[in-house]
């Protein structure tokens, strides 16, 4: 079975601060893909940061980074410089070529960063 | 650019009352699906449709019919609403051919059923 956990349902981080938010996945498959999506208070589901699994070098957008550490199943969001409008879920995501490109989401992190 | 647009973004339904959701991209996509997000749950797959005329059933189905009639359209139809049916909806799109496109997303539709 495909499974995402996300074992930090809330957190919190100082503006300014660097946070990290962590994924586990399991999968038997060699080839996929892995994401993570923000959910700002407005519902809307935006695509953060994205990472092929076949890559060795983690992914990079700007104040966003991943540690993907294959062997371990691992794919945490490290956000630096925390802005208020980081305020938002997070959900991490991987993505498998079945029929459909088959998708599964972890149960989110809540993340709040104070002023 | 609208993307993937959901109409209604909110609806409340009586128990036993029916309706269709209506998803629509723009984005030439082949791949559309239909999720529901509850809380502490994360988002769970309803159906999915790889290319026009085709339907396939996700995590979620029971309660819920999807028709792709359209390459751009995906509609989730209620056929008699329950209130474990009370959702977040969310419809999404993405490309077959590249290998790692990431979902788009439209807007969502809180539904309530009373």
């Known amino acids: 079975a495909q499974t995402v956990t996300q074992s930090q349902p809330e957190m919190s981080v100082q503006e300014a601060e660097t946070v990290t938010l962590s994924c586990t996945y399991d999968?038997?498959?060699?080839?996929?893909?892995l994401f993570w999506y923000k959910q700002p208070p407005s519902r809307q589901m935006i695509l953060v940061i994205r990472?092929?699994?076949?890559?060795?070098q983690n992914a990079t957008e700007n104040r966003f980074s991943v540690n993907f550490q294959k062997a371990a199943k691992s794919f945490s969001l490290k956000i630096s410089d925390s802005q208020l409008g980081d305020t938002a879920m997070y959900f991490c995501?991987?993505?498998?070529?079945?029929?459909?490109?088959?998708?599964?989401f972890g149960t989110g992190t809540s993340l709040t960063v104070i002023p | 650019n609208a993307g993937v647009t959901q109409t209604p973004k909110f609806r409340v339904l009586k128990t036993g009352q029916s309706m269709t959701l209506l998803c629509a991209q723009d984005?030439?996509?082949?791949?559309m699906y239909w999720y529901r997000q509850d809380p502490g749950m994360g988002l769970r797959l309803i159906h999915y449709?790889?290319?026009?005329?085709?339907?396939a059933k996700g995590e979620v189905p029971d309660g819920y019919n999807v028709s792709r009639l359209k390459k751009q359209n995906f509609l989730l139809g209620l056929e008699s609403a329950a209130p474990s049916q009370t959702s977040v909806y969310f419809c999404?799109?993405?490309?077959?051919?590249?290998?790692?496109?990431?979902?788009?997303f439209g807007n969502g539709t809180r539904l309530t059923v009373t």
């Open positions: 995501a991987f993505m498998t070529h079945g029929t459909g490109n088959q998708f599964y």
């Open positions: 990472q092929e699994a076949y890559k060795q």
């Open positions: 984005m030439n996509h082949e791949y």
């Open positions: 999404a799109s993405n490309y077959r051919s590249s290998y790692n496109s990431p979902l788009h």
């Open positions: 999968t038997s498959e060699n080839n996929y893909y």
């Open positions: 449709s790889v290319g026009e005329g085709t339907t």
